[in-house]
């Protein structure tokens, strides 16, 4: 059963910055076999894409509403994909959730479809308000 954790969310104030981490410690394959992405959950609100990185991490994705804000990383030695997250806004605030889809190369527009994963976290809540 493939595993992912996440944490690292918090409570922060507008302009604050947040780092969520999701591990993934039971995956039979190599980390590196599979694209992960970030999603997240507002109250009342559906579940909306992020930001997703390839499996190798040499390509990313960032929907305009993070550009130039979130940075996604990864580091397969440790089975771990970082979301780091700066000048945050009110609406920034949800339920953050990763998910593992094993894909090699570059995914396109389908790593922001959450039906295209195959195995979720259970998230962590994110709350930037002053």
């Known amino acids: 059963q493939l595993q992912l954790v996440e944490s690292g969310g918090g409570s922060v104030e507008p302009g604050g910055s947040l780092r969520p981490s999701c591990v993934t410690p039971?995956?039979?394959?190599?980390?590196?076999?599979?694209?992960i992405g970030w999603f997240r959950q507002a109250p009342g609100k559906g579940r909306e894409g992020v930001s997703c990185i390839s499996s190798s991490g040499g390509t990313t994705y960032y929907k305009d509403f993070v550009k130039g804000r979130f940075t996604i990383s990864r580091d397969n030695a440790k089975n771990t994909v970082y979301l780091q997250m700066n000048s945050l806004r009110p609406e920034d605030t949800g339920i953050y959730y990763c998910?593992?889809?094993?894909?090699?190369?570059?995914?396109?527009?389908?790593?922001?479809?959450?039906?295209?994963?195959?195995?979720w976290g259970q998230g962590t809540q994110v709350t930037v308000s002053s």
């Open positions: 039971t995956f039979t394959s190599p980390a590196d076999y599979y694209t």
């Open positions: 998910a593992a889809k094993r894909w090699f190369g570059a995914s396109g527009s389908m790593c922001y479809d959450p039906q295209w994963y195959n195995y």
